[in-house]
């Protein structure tokens, strides 16, 4: 899923946006197994495929803040239409019939577009893809829309529609109806915002509203500010004074608890981007190893790695991007860290990082 536009800054919806950018979701990564079993065993990539439970794209509703991506899915969908048939096979047109039964399954806009695509790189007839735009056409004059899936896709949609099926799509569009959506943006834990107002739909969980997320919020701003607006120097924040800031900032982030917070995973996040500041923040030395013990700590614990994994480990990933970007962030120290950390999946994280270097190989993202 993906965040509706201008919901993704600091928001519980926005992370599990990101999250999703991940693609280590099960469509996600089934979609991958697929596309690279292709190049190896065409014949055992189709039956993969057949085994992949077809995207389940349930109505939403213009509260909806997230909306459906399918399009790994159908991205691999083509990629087995066209190269997991034999000779034989097309001329018996089950290509043809392996398309059109996945077409037919489509029920939502979400899935419109991706379909469209693969329609479009068919290694097809003229004929045979007449037929299909017939069925795609069937699709859109047939499907019942809901608000936010309809306001989502449209663009989308329109960008891949046809000569042939543009008095369909029309028909679609006369019979839906999409969103008017008012939202705001969020905060951030390095910027001050003035007062801003809740919009109507979507509905949108800000974070750092409570009580205790403001103060923290207020607290970082201060360690990384001056009252003025400037950035404190590495001089300062080497200074006896500034320590003293951050040794009371520490015991407040150790005294933060879930309850204070929605949910788990809007605690989970506000913590970790809590971290992942105070490591960058930080001076190399004793202050910084320990943050870094506490970060690990409370990633380790948390029920969030059992309850919504993608969730739980972006924040791994966040905090090695910033580190890695930071001038003196000690990258092989994190991962030194995640190494020992007990957690096997960061145990995991780090031997993949150091065996690639950071660069995800081409075998791993390759579509083809």
């Not at 107002?197 to 509905?203: E, F, I, Q, R, S």
């Amino acid at each position: 899923m993906r965040g509706v536009p201008g919901t993704m800054v600091d928001t519980r919806s926005g992370y599990l946006s990101r999250a999703y950018d991940l693609k280590l979701d099960a469509l996600s990564l089934q979609s991958r197994t697929v596309r690279l079993m292709l190049a190896v065993d065409a014949a055992k990539a189709r039956e993969l495929f057949q085994e992949i439970q077809r995207p389940a794209v349930a109505p939403l509703t213009c509260d909806d803040p997230l909306f459906y991506d399918v399009s790994d899915f159908y991205l691999t969908l083509g990629a087995v239409v066209q190269n997991a048939f034999t000779a034989q096979e097309r001329k018996k047109d089950e290509d043809l019939s392996f398309l059109l039964d996945y077409i037919g399954q489509a029920s939502s806009p979400a899935q419109l577009a991706p379909v469209a695509r693969v329609i479009k790189s068919a290694n097809v007839s003229a004929q045979q893809r007449d037929i299909l735009w017939n069925k795609f056409g069937g699709l859109l004059e047939s499907m019942r829309t809901d608000g936010r899936s309809y306001a989502s896709a449209l663009d989308d949609i329109s960008s891949e529609i046809v000569p042939g099926a543009e008095a369909s799509f029309e028909k679609f569009k006369q019979s839906s109806a999409g969103c008017r959506d008012d939202v705001r943006p969020g905060v951030t834990i390095d910027l001050s915002q003035g007062p801003v107002h809740a919009g109507k739909t979507p509905l949108v969980e800000h974070y750092w509203e409570s009580s205790a997320a403001k103060q923290l919020l207020e607290g970082a701003q201060k360690l990384r500010f001056t009252p003025d607006g400037k950035v404190i120097t590495d001089s300062v924040r080497a200074t006896h004074e500034w320590q003293d800031k951050l040794n009371d900032y520490l015991s407040q982030v150790a005294d933060w608890t879930s309850s204070q917070e929605k949910s788990e995973a809007d605690y989970y996040h506000e913590k970790c981007v809590v971290y992942e500041a105070l490591v960058e923040l930080i001076p190399p030395g004793p202050e910084r190893d320990k943050t870094l013990q506490a970060y690990l700590e409370f990633v380790s614990n948390s029920n969030l790695q059992r309850e919504s994994p993608l969730d739980w480990f972006m924040h791994a990933q966040w905090m090695l991007e910033r580190v890695r970007n930071s001038s003196n962030g000690e990258p092989a120290k994190l991962l030194s860290a995640f190494e020992g950390s007990g957690n096997a999946v960061l145990v995991l994280y780090a031997a993949e990082e150091k065996a690639f270097g950071g660069q995800v190989p081409a075998w791993v993202t390759n579509s083809k």
